[in-house]
């Protein structure tokens, strides 16, 4: 009887399609963390901390490898435009040369941040998190965990489960995948952003309020993707677009869908009036972890944000692109003015990420694609180019600021830093140059990204916008320069910070950083190619 | 069909505006969780209309979500309740400029 049942004309269940060699970055990573939460449930304690360090590196790297073999293999596409790469995964995503190259970025400032992570010296052989996050701030049993030399190690897989989020969110290829890497990426940093050692409460705040407007946000992108399903019968990028060009459905849905969906988007990428998070998280979150949430999530949310709007809403771009060109100017300039009465140097460098959120919009509001025979950086290359610039000189700046410090921890009130510059040359100097790319000074990185960007939107046909975006960055170098004359110009205060001594660990991160800020800014020339050569998203 | 897409923009709306003007953590979080669930009557209304499956697996992401959401929400607001015996948003001001 069973068996007859089973025998019966039932339809075929085809098994789905997957290019394991085309996906293999994504899969190493998931695999690492999945190892990770193995090794915590099985590995002595006493040895765990290393074992997932060495796990967490080594998979990065592992996956940074592949990517690289990946990338060269991309075939070709014919097409108007210069794109290469091919959709994979039964359409969820898509694989491309933007795509490909994000995850080389996002393995990269991973790998820098799992440095950061690591880093132990600072706190007497402990790590910069909270030994048992269970227990209250200032309880006895806190203190006990301390003397029982208690750290949290899942911080490691929890940061290898976010990385595949962002990777996953960069090459996108349905709404629906992208909503789900959105929250895989985002559950893991809310609970990242409560575990600092000191100072538990604003952390555990910075947790809370990160969750919630997170999800809030979240939500709306999640409505804005039921209205887009409504609007065209499909999640995928692609039919979205098609029907888009056609003009199948009502015009308010699709309208509503555009602005929900921007919405999310927006907020993660940290443009203003959807900005109020950033300060507070980045400050209150553990020091690492801000580096690894303002060089990863700005990377992969813009160019999620970028690949939607080019490809499933390129049809109706006259409809968004006055709102961006708003939100951009709106976020360019209230970033660097606000950032000006900051003196919470983790704060301020929140602001100084609100306002290259509003630098990138500009070059993404160019929508410029390219033509053929002209070589002129398109407005996906000179995005990367940005990411890369600022990915790098932000996780080194946060390195940096975990060196500062006194008995309390960190000191990051920016009165304390006034001479570091005469105390301690070198890290100051890294600092400044990190400040001076941020500020888009020749030799830096910072300098050829603006020029990137705004160099897109010039080509996109908004000259006008150039001309504010120029003017915003004047502006913003102000308060950059600002640090700059604190740390070398003045007096240092009498009971100034102590810098402190880091392992190679974090050496290795400000080393790193330094020489990619002014690499990118002296020879640009190879990265830019590659963001170049990247060329269109694949639909 | 409208009715249903209008019930779910309610249902939405008052999630919205419930995470707006509540000030209980928890509280904040179940409008938010109402919030998903009108997007999921939203998903499963528009897959009849189009008759296609897409939107009903979508509402299944959806809950997985959901009850992932639910895991390091409650996770990190029951933290907190421990270190200051209350949930309201409005004493969660030490973060400020």
Request: hydrophobic share 55%.
């Amino acid at each position: 009887m069973l068996t007859s049942f089973l025998e019966a004309d039932l339809p075929m269940i085809e098994a789905p399609e997957i290019e394991y060699a085309l996906l293999a970055p994504l899969f190493i990573v998931t695999g690492v963390a999945v190892l990770g939460v193995l090794v915590e449930a099985f590995w002595p304690r006493s040895s765990r901390f290393l074992v997932q360090t060495v796990l967490a590196v080594l998979g990065i790297v592992a996956a940074l490898v592949d990517t690289v073999v990946v990338y060269t293999d991309l075939d070709r596409v014919d097409s108007a435009l210069k794109a290469r790469g091919q959709v994979a995964g039964e359409g969820a995503l898509s694989v491309d040369g933007p795509g490909v190259v994000t995850w080389g970025l996002l393995l990269v400032f991973g790998l820098l941040s799992m440095l950061l992570f690591a880093e132990r010296r600072l706190e007497g052989g402990l790590s910069a998190f909270t030994g048992r996050a269970a227990d209250a701030p200032g309880s006895a049993s806190e203190a006990e965990a301390v003397k029982m030399r208690i750290e949290h190690s899942e911080i490691f897989p929890l940061a290898m489960f976010a990385l595949v989020g962002m990777m996953l969110f960069a090459t996108a290829n349905d709404l629906l995948t992208m909503f789900v890497a959105l929250e895989v990426l985002s559950l893991p940093l809310y609970l990242l952003c409560g575990l600092a050692r000191r100072r538990r409460l604003l952390s555990q705040e910075a947790a809370l309020k990160y969750f919630l407007l997170g999800a809030f946000s979240s939500v709306f992108f999640l409505y804005g993707i039921a209205l887009a399903y409504g609007y065209a019968g499909s999640f995928e990028l692609s039919a979205i677009d098609t029907a888009v060009t056609n003009r199948t459905g009502s015009e308010n849905m699709l309208l509503a869908a555009i602005a929900l969906i921007a919405v999310g988007l927006l907020f993660k990428i940290g443009a203003a009036p959807f900005h109020a998070w950033t300060p507070d998280v980045y400050q209150g979150a553990p020091t690492p972890v801000t580096a690894f949430m303002a060089a990863g999530t700005k990377t992969a949310a813009f160019i999620a944000l970028t690949r939607v709007f080019y490809v499933a809403f390129g049809g109706s771009q006259w409809d968004w692109r006055p709102t961006i060109v708003a939100i951009a100017i709106i976020t360019m300039f209230l970033g660097s003015v606000v950032a000006v009465s900051q003196t919470d140097v983790k704060r301020m460098l929140a602001y100084s990420s609100i306002a290259h959120a509003g630098f990138l919009l500009v070059g993404f509001v160019g929508v410029y694609a390219g033509v053929a025979g002209s070589d002129r950086v398109t407005s996906v290359s000179s995005i990367l180019f940005y990411l890369a610039a600022y990915g790098l000189a932000s996780i080194g700046a946060f390195a940096v600021v975990t060196l500062v410090r006194d008995s309390g921890g960190e000191t990051t009130h920016l009165s304390k830093w006034a001479g570091l510059g005469k105390t301690s040359p070198m890290l100051a100097g890294s600092f400044a140059i990190f400040m001076l790319s941020f500020a888009g000074i020749p030799l830096t990185g910072g300098f050829i990204g603006k020029w990137g960007v705004f160099s897109a939107a010039y080509s996109g046909g908004f000259w006008w916008l150039v001309i504010v975006g120029v003017l915003m960055s004047a502006l913003a170098a102000y308060f950059y320069v600002r640090v700059i004359v604190l740390m070398f110009f003045t007096e240092p205060v009498g009971d100034g910070p102590t810098v402190a001594v880091p392992s190679l660990l974090t050496t290795v991160v400000i080393v790193v950083a330094v020489v990619g800020t002014l690499g990118l800014g002296i020879l640009p020339g190879p990265v830019l190619d590659l963001a170049q050569h990247a060329g269109a998203f694949v639909r | 069909m409208n009715e249903y897409i209008s019930l779910s923009l309610i249902l939405f709306t008052i999630g919205a505006v419930g995470v707006l003007v509540r000030r209980n953590a928890i509280i904040v979080f179940m409008c938010i969780e109402l919030m998903l669930n009108a997007t999921n009557l939203a998903f499963v209304s528009f897959s009849r209309q189009h008759g296609n499956l897409d939107g009903q697996v979508a509402a299944f992401f959806v809950m997985v979500v959901a009850a992932a959401e639910v895991v390091v929400g409650l996770s990190i607001i029951v933290s907190i309740y421990r270190a200051r015996r209350t949930t309201s948003v409005d004493d969660a001001n030490l973060l400020k400029s």
